[in-house]
């Protein structure tokens, strides 16, 4: 009976994993990335520890009746770390640092009243901090949870005023009530900055968005990430969608992208599903279809044309030679694309037509033929990305209509290619061109990118401007 519900347990687990939705695009931040948010993530904690507010204490202690108020931090010095918590989120580790403080004193002692500023250091301070990343009920990422632990070895106060030195054996008493609220304040202000202001920033990234007026995207998560002691994987669904029917997809059976890298600090791996789901949203929303005619149709492919179907047109009607011809070209199926180790490609079916335009009458159709093309993805700089262009390698067209005509295009193969690659392409080029960034590798069935990042503004303008709604391109 035991080896009966450890088989149903392995099975359910083996199906589960196997209907597991894989991903269309994985990112992958490494501790180099982690290098860079260390600074950001430093200075953001030192302004949430600033804005730290304490209350007024009153008390006696024999003689002496006091008042401490308007106490304010002045002065953080912070040696901390940031590393990648396994299997939780993000470790923030603050050791042996100092905090400096001001506040003001009011004391009486018999008949002697004084006031002054007190000048106090917070020594040893210890901070830790963990982050626990998860995936919200969205598709966003999310800080679920915070762990944090501070304490303040010990305090030193320092006062001014004509009865400072006859007050400092009283400073132990004062700093030890000083250090205890202080360190309950620790705490709470990083929480606040972390399930508050960085959640409500993680809040304004969407997860499904509109590319341009046909197609949007979905990169919502699929799970929680997984957090190694090097690494930061997150699995996107990289999906794209017909804006007119967002409820019709592409099933997604591509291979899971798998990323080995950890030189630079972030990659971006596609699969093939990433590409396919775009080809197919693209030809869902009808874009997939172009004419050439008039002043984009090259004159030495009009040329090409008009003597290729000079036989045709003077069988029709003779007085056609004067109109101008228009090659139309439309996608029969969804382009799929191919990424092996040697590279990427797309193959595409399409109908194309040869028709005369006559002014002010209906086209007159001179051919129709069927387009078997395979695009290899060439890959060139522009600025500071890659862009990946179209180049057409296998090229082959039949006739719709006989095998005879067939035969007869066979010598309108290469001269239709060569100009089809000099004027189609471009054009498919400057509307569906993909733009990415350091091309990494390129591996059965997925690519991978890897890109060093900066940042131009500090953690708190980018969360400050996200929740105003501005713009922000601050990496």
Request: charged share 20%.
């Amino acid at each position: 009976m035991g080896l009966l519900k450890v088989s149903v347990i392995f099975l359910l687990s083996l199906i589960t994993m196997t209907l597991a939705e894989p991903p269309g695009c994985k990112i992958r931040i490494t501790d180099r990335g982690l290098e860079m948010l260390k600074a950001e993530t430093k200075k953001f904690v030192e302004e949430e520890l600033s804005n730290i507010t304490m209350p007024e204490m009153r008390g006696k202690e024999g003689r002496f009746q006091y008042t401490i108020k308007d106490v304010k931090i002045t002065e953080l010095n912070l040696t901390s770390d940031l590393r990648f918590q396994p299997d939780v989120g993000l470790l923030f580790e603050v050791q042996n640092s100092s905090i400096t403080l001001n506040f003001q004193r009011r004391i009486l002692y018999w008949l002697f009243y004084d006031e002054g500023a007190i000048n106090a250091s917070a020594e040893g301070v210890n901070i830790f901090t963990v982050l626990h990343l998860i995936k919200d009920k969205d598709g966003r990422l999310k800080i679920s949870n915070v762990t944090c632990d501070a304490f303040i070895t010990k305090m030193r106060a320092r006062f001014s005023g004509t009865l400072g030195r006859v007050y400092d054996f009283i400073g132990t008493f004062l700093t030890t009530g000083m250090r205890f609220v202080l360190n309950k304040q620790i705490c709470p202000a990083l929480n606040h900055a972390a399930l508050v202001l960085i959640n409500q920033l993680l809040e304004t990234i969407p997860v499904r968005t509109e590319v341009d007026s046909y197609v949007g995207i979905d990169y919502s998560l699929l799970s929680d990430p997984v957090v190694t002691e090097t690494s930061l994987d997150m699995d996107f669904r990289g999906m794209f969608y017909d804006l007119k029917n967002e409820n019709e997809t592409l099933v997604n059976y591509a291979v899971n992208p798998v990323v080995r890298e950890y030189d630079r600090m972030i990659y971006l791996s596609l699969s093939e599903y990433f590409f396919d789901s775009g080809l197919f949203s693209y030809f869902k929303g009808g874009l997939f279809q172009m004419q050439i005619a008039n002043e984009r149709m090259p004159k030495d492919l009009e040329m090409l044309l008009r003597t290729t179907y000079l036989g045709t047109i003077m069988m029709l009607n003779p007085a056609l030679m004067e109109h101008p011809l228009s090659l139309e070209l439309e996608v029969t199926s969804p382009p799929r694309s191919t990424i092996k180790t040697s590279g990427a490609s797309v193959a595409v079916n399409c109908n194309v037509k040869v028709l005369v335009l006559p002014p002010g009458k209906p086209a007159v159709q001179l051919s129709s033929m069927t387009m078997e093309g395979k695009f290899n993805a060439k890959v060139s700089m522009k600025g500071k990305r890659l862009a990946i262009h179209l180049d057409l390698r296998r090229f082959k067209i039949f006739s719709n209509q006989s095998a005879l005509e067939s035969l007869a295009l066979i010598p309108l193969q290469g001269p239709l290619k060569t100009m089809l690659q000099i004027s189609v392409v471009p054009l498919i080029n400057n509307i569906w061109g993909w733009y990415l960034m350091f091309l990494k590798e390129v591996s059965h069935g997925y690519i991978i990118v890897g890109a060093n990042l900066h940042f131009r503004t500090g953690l708190r303008e980018i969360i400050e401007r996200k929740l105003s709604g501005e713009t922000d391109n601050s990496i």
